[in-house]
């Protein structure tokens, strides 16, 4: 969605700064609007609020939300001024002062940069009207791109430590359309999430009506795709979402982990010191913050087992060298206990704690720990018992497990283990954590019998909770995109019906070369022409076919099937009968397009939308194929930007030049 922007101004026609009358509605439809428009942005001005009610709430509220105000200060209006001095004080950035005719003297603005634009007749002059309107949007771009750097608001600057308040505590009008449009939107990302459906959440993130939005969709979908393992995809999403709020503290840690698992898996450019540094950044502004302790405590963890927990290693090998690394053990230890002792009630990072305390004694045996760990038991047990969310309760319980691995005995450790699993709520990912403490542990030979007794309660369980979404994984994820068949006289053919059976032998010899087959996912729309020859091409070698479409399916086979011809509607109903998914359609899991989007972004959408799903299966398993003749005049979301997304992460593209055809 395009950022939105708020235009604080005189209304009507008022005395301008010379005497004569300036009308500022045309100063606005001929100038300011236009000028934000090319610029990419949204434009809305208070006047323009046709719903009964206090025209205040909306304005303190676009006040508070909007990605940048407008201010026009030409003449010395109060209600614009008093517009300017509320935004200065809720944000540090997003202002852009104009003026007509002379520049304000005001003394806390003066400094400010400001656009003068020139007034002849009562509205703007004619003559620059032009290099007005450019010079105008040239300022706001200028001002979007460099969102984080200077801060424009004369309060954040004479106020340095002062930070600007979280938008969603200051919810204005309990029953706005703003607040009830966002929680529809609210509720559909929520629903994409539970779903484990990241690709409809990343499209949703992109159709946020502010900035503001898009930046807390971005980083959830982040930590979605972290949880399935995606690290690289993660970090671009959380990234894009810390752009605009570099402070996110939920997404910075996010960001940490991402590092972490990267460095993990040995990607390139990526190594454990980049998510210790990370981390410690954060804490020099948030120096008693117990997660972000207890993440720090997890890379040095982490940099502990990766030197003994090697795969070709005897388990002797592995003990001792566990043993003979005891430093980074400690430094574990004491980053977990800083953890809990900044938050007692944080009882993962003070169970995490004792463990390692308890790994200490059994592989060295020197006492260190000896003192605290009985305290420090009792204090977890509390902390975890005294847990009363139910979004938590998996966790509390399930540490009341982790201790009985410590200090129970098999019995015990199983009846605590199956009341946590009695509470998950199918959530596959928080099994996966415990499973894999319990098989750090075997690896080490601690207490062979209680984690013998954890693991097959988490065996178990795991088999029958599915990672949503996750039931079945492609070992390739096939994306299409090609054109319809041409209507009859078109002028520049891409695809005439005397091409098809060509076009699909191409299509047909592509998925062959690449292996294709029962094993992977096949992703397109269904339209006649070149997405009926793929699916076709794709279910003779059994390819799984899932088809995601952009309108309701009897809209969709009036738009893009019977068009070119009732023999295509056959087609398209024999292959619909062979799919293995139900037909998604936008609407449906999506919702409507947002009410500014004309009738072609429905298309434009359905792209973004394959094109993310493909993504999130993971991005080296995405092959791109198109059947294309090269055009990039199908706007942003089409063929051209699907083949340019594919092609700068994987370069994975196989392209049917129809003009070879």
């Known amino acids: 969605m395009k950022p939105h922007a708020f235009v604080a101004m005189p209304f009507g026609t008022k005395p301008g700064p010379d005497g004569q009358p300036v009308d500022f509605n045309r100063v606005y439809d001929e100038l300011i609007r236009?000028?934000?428009?090319?610029?990419?942005?949204?434009?809305?001005?208070?006047?323009?609020?046709?719903?009964?009610?206090?025209?205040?709430?909306?304005?303190?509220?676009?006040?508070?939300?909007a990605d940048l105000v407008v201010v026009d200060i030409t003449i010395d209006n109060p209600n614009v001024w008093y517009e300017l001095g509320v935004r200065h004080a809720l944000r540090a950035r997003g202002v852009v002062l104009v003026s007509g005719g002379h520049a304000s003297k005001a003394f806390d603005v003066y400094t400010d940069r400001k656009l003068r634009y020139g007034i002849r007749d009562g509205g703007p002059d004619p003559e620059t009207l032009v290099s007005d309107c450019e010079h105008m949007r040239n300022m706001i771009a200028a001002t979007m791109e460099s969102w984080h750097g200077r801060k424009m608001s004369p309060v954040y600057q004479l106020i340095p430590n002062l930070k600007e308040p979280d938008w969603q505590s200051l919810r204005v009008g309990n029953f706005r359309e703003f607040w009830e449009a966002y929680d529809a939107w609210e509720e559909k990302i929520s629903r994409a999430r539970r779903k484990g459906r990241v690709g409809d959440m990343l499209v949703l993130a992109d159709e946020a009506p502010v900035s503001a939005f898009r930046a807390s969709a971005w980083i959830r979908s982040g930590k979605a795709l972290r949880r399935i393992g995606h690290y690289g995809f993660a970090l671009e999403q959380l990234e894009k979402g810390l752009v605009i709020e570099p402070e996110n503290l939920a997404g910075l840690r996010e960001k940490g982990m991402c590092l972490q698992r990267l460095a993990l898996q040995g990607r390139r450019g990526f190594e454990l010191e980049m998510a210790r540094s990370h981390y410690r950044a954060i804490l020099q502004d948030h120096p008693r913050d117990a997660e972000t302790w207890a993440l720090l405590g997890r890379v040095e963890k982490d940099a502990w087992t990766s030197i003994w927990r090697q795969p070709d290693a005897s388990a002797a090998q592995r003990i001792d060298d566990a043993r003979y690394e005891d430093a980074l053990l400690r430094a574990a230890v004491s980053c977990y206990g800083?953890?809990?002792?900044?938050?007692?009630?944080?009882?993962?990072?003070?169970?995490?704690a004792l463990t390692l305390m308890h790994l200490q004694e059994h592989l060295i045996g020197d006492g260190a720990y000896r003192a605290t760990m009985d305290i420090m038991g009792g204090a977890v047990r509390f902390a975890a018992e005294c847990e009363e969310d139910p979004e938590k309760l998996y966790w509390a319980r399930s540490t009341l497990g982790d201790l009985q691995v410590l200090l129970g005995t098999p019995a015990t450790v199983q009846s605590a283990y199956k009341e946590a699993v009695a509470v998950n709520r199918d959530s596959w990912f928080a099994l996966d954590s415990n499973l894999q403490q319990l098989l750090m542990l075997q690896d080490l030979g601690f207490k062979p019998e209680n984690v013998s007794a954890g693991l097959e309660v988490f065996d178990r369980a795991m088999k029958r909770t599915p990672v949503p979404g996750r039931e079945w994984e492609p070992r390739n994820v096939f994306l299409f995109a090609g054109h319809m068949v041409d209507?009859?006289?078109?002028?520049?053919?891409?695809?005439?019906?005397?091409?098809?059976?060509?076009?699909?032998?191409?299509?047909?010899?592509?998925?062959?070369?690449?292996?294709?087959?029962?094993?992977?996912?096949?992703?397109?729309?269904?339209?006649?022409?070149?997405?009926?020859?793929?699916?076709?091409?794709c279910q003779s070698l059994?390819?799984?076919?899932?088809?995601?479409?952009?309108?309701?399916?009897?809209?969709?086979?009036?738009?893009?099937?019977?068009?070119?011809?009732?023999?295509?509607?056959?087609?398209?109903?024999?292959?619909?009968?062979?799919?293995?998914?139900?037909?998604?359609?936008?609407?449906?899991?999506?919702?409507?397009?947002?009410?500014?989007?004309?009738?072609?972004?429905?298309?434009?959408?359905?792209?973004?939308?394959?094109?993310?799903?493909?993504?999130?299966?993971?991005?080296?398993?995405?092959?791109?194929?198109?059947?294309?003749?090269?055009?990039?005049?199908?706007?942003?979301?089409?063929?051209?930007?699907?083949?340019?997304?594919?092609?700068?992460?994987?370069?994975?593209?196989?392209?049917?030049?129809?003009?070879?055809?």
């Open 487 to 537: 209507a009859p006289g078109r002028d520049h053919p891409r695809l005439p019906e005397r091409m098809i059976e060509l076009a699909g032998e191409r299509i047909a010899a592509v998925l062959r070369d690449l292996g294709a087959g029962p094993e992977d996912l096949a992703l397109t729309q269904g339209a006649c022409g070149a997405d009926l020859l793929f699916t076709e091409a």
């Open 542 to 661: 059994g390819v799984q076919v899932t088809w995601l479409q952009p309108f309701d399916e009897p809209e969709f086979i009036r738009r893009s099937v019977v068009h070119c011809g009732e023999h295509w509607r056959d087609r398209y109903l024999a292959a619909r009968q062979r799919l293995h998914q139900p037909i998604l359609a936008a609407p449906g899991e999506l919702g409507e397009p947002p009410d500014y989007t004309e009738s072609a972004y429905a298309y434009e959408r359905c792209n973004r939308w394959l094109l993310y799903t493909a993504l999130v299966w993971g991005i080296g398993k995405v092959h791109f194929i198109c059947l294309w003749n090269g055009g990039r005049g199908d706007g942003p979301g089409g063929t051209a930007a699907m083949y340019d997304e594919v092609a700068k992460r994987t370069g994975q593209v196989h392209w049917i030049d129809t003009r070879q055809l």
């Open 34 to 65: 236009p000028a934000l428009e090319q610029a990419g942005l949204t434009a809305f001005r208070a006047d323009e609020e046709t719903r009964p009610g206090d025209i205040r709430v909306d304005m303190f509220q676009e006040l508070l939300i």
């Open 338 to 352: 800083t953890a809990f002792r900044s938050d007692p009630k944080h009882y993962y990072s003070g169970i995490n």
